[in-house]
């Protein structure tokens, strides 16, 4: 079965993460609010529904947005950006473990303590050879192997509560590692989430100088016409075959994410928007003519398409403008059907659609 790439069903939400990010990118830049991971997420929520309670307690905000009041619905609605349970309980822990350590530690020294004082003791008794009777040196004798014994099974408790230590330790290690996995990877196919990716945009504009590279999106097209007539199995299927397709185009250097349900982020390093466009336009290529296979009887099961947006950092002044131009860039894209690269270019006034007053997001999340 061949899917149709520009087919789409009417849905309330469709296309909802891309529009969302742009919106949110466009918002973020007329609002002069601080483009981090925590706020984009936060906005990315409101803006694209996922949360209505938070959209509800956004929509009270005076429109003279403060820092101090995004925080105050982070810390409610999205927590890991300030507190990860996992580490605090991680953290707590580890403490817990060092002070049971030191109590070992100091229970060992005084069990060496007491052993030398037996010893000590027992060693006095021997001194003077002409006062010691057979009964003596077999009490001495008794006394210094029974001090002995309780040394070393104390010395062997001592041992095994050092060995659960360590794989407590061990245990505490590997969910902290698994975490940090899951907090920053998309399970379905492996790569980079949309959080990780923000993360890495954030360093494209940290310094004076930003990073020579170049960003781009990419979303599969007529997504909900696959899932709608596949079923959401098939449609995550195809998800992983285009993610296979693309890793295979992308070098070691180049950074690949998942930016939402239908979308692929970029960052290709230090290569020129043509270059990137040639890239790009080889893999779309590849994902239009290879269909993805039936595991089971070999046979396909049908094709998507792809849109694209590009825009190099020479192009943009921030990490939410770069953001804004590449959605803008694939927008169009998408607005001539799909299948096609388009190059970010300067817009003219009135252009599109990201060109409104700058409370527009606001008013649209009431």
Excluded at 107 to 134: C, G, H, M, R, Y
Excluded at 282 to 290: S, V
Aim: glycine fraction near 4%; hydrophobic fraction near 35%; proline fraction near 4%.
């Amino acid at each position: 079965m061949t899917t149709n790439p520009n087919a789409r069903t009417k849905s309330p939400r469709s296309n909802s993460a891309p529009t969302a990010m742009a919106k949110v990118a466009a918002f973020m830049q007329r609002m002069n609010i601080e483009c981090t991971p925590a706020n984009f997420e936060l906005l990315f929520a409101v803006v694209s529904g996922q949360n209505e309670e938070l959209r509800a307690e956004f929509g009270q905000l005076n429109r003279n947005i403060k820092q101090h009041d995004l925080d105050i619905l982070i810390r409610k609605h999205i927590p890991h950006h300030v507190e990860d349970d996992v580490a605090s309980e991680s953290i707590d822990t580890v403490g817990d473990e060092l002070t049971k350590f030191m109590d070992l530690v100091k229970s060992e020294s005084s069990s060496l303590e007491k052993f030398d004082i037996v010893l000590k003791q027992q060693t006095q008794t021997l001194a003077d050879p002409a006062n010691v009777s057979p009964e003596k040196l077999k009490s001495t004798i008794s006394n210094i192997s029974a001090a002995t014994e309780q040394k070393m099974e104390e010395g062997r408790k001592i041992k095994e509560a050092v060995s659960a230590q360590v794989q407590r330790l061990d245990k505490v290690a590997t969910e902290l590692s698994n975490f940090k996995q899951q907090k920053f990877t998309d399970p379905l196919t492996g790569l980079p989430n949309r959080r990780a990716f923000n993360k890495e945009m954030l360093a494209i504009y940290a310094n004076e100088q930003p990073k020579a590279c170049t960003m781009v999106m990419i979303e599969i097209d007529a997504f909900n016409h696959v899932k709608d007539n596949l079923g959401p199995l098939i449609a995550d299927k195809f998800i992983v075959h285009v993610s296979n397709i693309v890793k295979e185009s992308c070098s070691a250097k180049d950074y690949l994410a998942r930016a939402s349900d239908t979308q692929f982020a970029f960052i290709f390093d230090s290569i020129s928007e043509k270059s990137v466009e040639s890239i790009v336009n080889k893999f779309r290529h590849a994902i239009a003519k290879t269909p993805l296979m039936n595991a089971t009887n070999g046979k396909p099961i049908g094709n998507v398409t792809i849109s694209g947006g590009i825009c190099g950092s020479n192009t943009a002044t921030s990490t939410g403008d770069i953001l804004a131009k590449t959605e803008a860039a694939l927008e169009l894209s998408k607005k001539k059907k799909g299948n096609q690269v388009t190059l970010y270019e300067e817009r003219k006034s009135g252009d599109t659609d990201l060109e409104r007053n700058a409370w527009s997001l606001y008013n649209e999340t009431g």
